[in-house]
């Protein structure tokens, strides 16, 4: 099994850079960036489509002939507004020049060229409550199976509250097996306020193959490649992370840990 905790390469520049070849699978991209103003930086794929995240900060954005103008008015993650983020397809060339210090984060999967390139936040991106009591969390749905934005991708953020769980109860995606489940792998980008607090990440299967539980600092990814991944918050810290996902079908269905369904059956409620 390949390393799934990935810790930042730097404080500058590409600090993340997860392709499929290193992650050993076979969907999801990710990169990010920590950018200076007037930095800038160009991507281009013939068979993957993105989505551009502002996570911080404004920058100018154009993909092809399109250009976007000055986005983005996030300057931290945590004041919880919906992110500024465009949709870019397969084979177009984007661009981004950033005007403030800012945190681009770029969601790759194959792409089919069946969308065109457009803004797809923060105009419909709501903040949405999931779960009860500590297992409470917010949510940004930037681009899930709702909005026919993308062939694969499908990206999401979450805030969780200090000493909350996220993620839970423990839930698996990891077989193509329409309805009952989808076969999406999944990276979290982990950020913590204040930074230099930690949150908790497990990653398990059923089976016991694979079986572990990491401490996330600010700005870590963790990969999913299968199984099981709740992840908590201690008293103190709030977490928040960028979800990307990608599979065989653009559709989240999962299936929750049978010991411990009986909380979602109860919350559910």
């Not at 013939?46 to 911080?56: A, F, G, N, T």
């Not at 465009?86 to 661009?95: D, G, K, W």
């Not at 797809?120 to 199976?145: C, D, F, Q, S, W």
């Amino acid at each position: 099994m390949a390393n799934i905790h990935r810790k930042p390469s730097g404080t500058k520049g590409e600090i993340h850079n997860i392709s499929p070849q290193s992650a050993s699978w076979i969907y999801v991209g990710f990169k990010l960036y920590h950018l200076e103003p007037g930095d800038c930086i160009e991507q281009i794929d013939d068979d993957r489509e993105i989505i551009l995240v502002l996570v911080e900060g404004k920058a100018e954005i154009a993909a092809g002939d399109l250009k976007f103008g000055e986005l983005g008015d996030r300057m931290n993650v945590f004041e919880r507004t919906p992110p500024h983020c465009v949709y870019v397809p397969n084979a177009v060339r984007s661009i981004v020049t950033a005007t403030t210090k800012c945190v681009v984060a770029i969601c790759s999967a194959p792409g089919k060229g069946s969308h065109q390139a457009q803004i797809i936040g923060p105009v419909g991106i709501e903040l949405e409550e999931r779960g009860k009591g500590a297992n409470t969390r917010y949510i940004h749905n930037i681009a899930m199976e709702n909005r026919d934005v993308a062939d694969s991708l499908l990206v999401t953020e979450v805030f969780t509250p200090d000493g909350n769980w996220s993620s839970y109860p423990p839930h698996r995606h990891d077989e193509d097996n329409y309805p009952d489940m989808t076969y999406l792998e999944e990276t979290y980008y982990h950020r913590i306020n204040p930074a230099q607090g930690y949150g908790i990440q497990r990653v398990f299967t059923e089976d016991g193959t694979l079986d572990e539980t990491m401490t996330v600092s600010d700005g870590d990814v963790v990969l999913v490649p299968k199984g099981h991944h709740p992840c908590g918050s201690p008293y103190g810290y709030e977490m928040y992370y960028l979800n990307v996902m990608a599979g065989p079908l653009r559709k989240w269905r999962f299936q929750n840990h049978p010991d411990h369904d009986w909380i979602f059956q109860r919350d559910k409620d």
